[in-house]
């Protein structure tokens, strides 16, 4: 075989293994669109599969059921912090809250969702916001990812941001973003 003939030859095996490879992106590229298609006609929500965090933005609260007792009635803005009993970052992210200034003036509603009981690391809250015990039901429904997470709700129920903090997160900075603008951070420790 001449080299003339072995470079032609492999040439066309190039060739071919080009061609296998763009159909197999092509196909890849085809089941996410899909997938893209029926998370914009509402098909995910309805269809109960499990949502993100990004899905979670945007999202508005059923009007029955568990999930409305998270908006504080009368609140324009509700920030939701899904916690677990003897969790130490837990409490330090709810001592952060209550220490922001939007939420011990009232301008934002706090309302912790505990796994377990409202136990006294919880009690905390006094003055500035509630605790909801037993609300692993609530953390199922929303498919929240872990705890401590934290939620802003608007006055409507529909989230407008929604994060997994970390001990450097700045709550303040966090809680005053939510003032009317979608967000999403995803903060991982």
């Known amino acids: 075989m001449t080299f003339m003939e072995s470079a032609v030859l492999l040439a066309w095996v190039a060739l071919v ?3 296998l490879g763009l159909a197999g992106l092509l196909r890849q590229v ?3 669109t ?14 109960g599969a499990p949502r993100s965090t990004r899905d979670l933005v945007g999202f508005r609260l059923p ?9 504080e009635p009368g609140a324009h803005r509700t920030v939701v912090a899904f916690v677990s009993p003897g969790c130490s970052s837990c409490a330090v992210t709810l001592s952060g809250l209550t220490a922001v200034p939007d939420v011990q003036g ?13 136990d006294p690391a919880l009690e905390n809250l006094a003055g500035t916001g509630r605790c909801i015990a037993q609300g692993r039901s609530l953390l199922e429904q929303l498919h929240v990812p872990a705890t401590p997470y934290l939620m802003a ?28 603008s979608i967000s999403i951070t995803e903060e991982q420790a």
């Open 153 to 180: 709700v608007d006055g409507a129920g529909t989230i407008i941001a929604a994060a997994l903090p970390h001990q450097d997160t700045d709550l303040t900075a966090w809680v005053r973003q939510t003032r009317g």
């Open 17 to 19: 293994l080009l061609a």
């Open 63 to 71: 009007a029955h059921g568990d999930l409305p007792s998270l908006v």
């Open 106 to 118: 009232g301008s934002v509603a706090l309302v912790a969702v505990s796994t377990g009981s409202c």
């Open 30 to 32: 085809t089941v996410l």
């Open 34 to 47: 899909r997938g893209q298609a029926g998370q914009s006609t509402g098909a995910s929500a309805t269809a």
